[in-house]
């Protein structure tokens, strides 16, 4: 069960990469989905510092993709480490 909800997350996280890199075809939805991967970073980043795991460098990235989808801008090649991250997420189980 916890192999398939990180798969989804992984899933999720490959879509994030590509709505940073094309965030002008899918401004309709961008918006969203910056909101969501940054409720889930926040989520990731006070979990991990409540556990005084200060090194979360994953939910950062969360952080970073969420901001940059909400106010629509996009630092270059950073649509990498999401897509990155997912596929570490997916076959990391």
């Given amino acids: 069960m916890i192999a398939l909800l990180l798969a989804i997350l992984g899933m999720f996280d490959i879509i994030v990469g590509?709505?940073?890199?094309?965030?002008?075809?899918?401004?309709?939805?961008?918006?969203?989905?910056?909101?969501?991967?940054?409720?889930?970073?926040?989520?990731?980043?006070?979990?991990?510092?409540?556990?005084?795991?200060f090194f979360d460098f994953m939910g950062a990235i969360d952080v970073i993709a969420g901001i940059s989808l909400i106010l629509n801008f996009t630092i270059p090649f950073f649509w990498f480490l999401p897509m990155l991250k997912g596929i570490y997420s997916i076959f990391s189980e």
């Fill in 18 to 53: 590509f709505s940073l890199l094309f965030h002008d075809i899918l401004s309709f939805i961008t918006f969203y989905i910056g909101v969501f991967v940054l409720a889930k970073g926040l989520m990731s980043l006070i979990g991990s510092l409540a556990n005084k795991y």
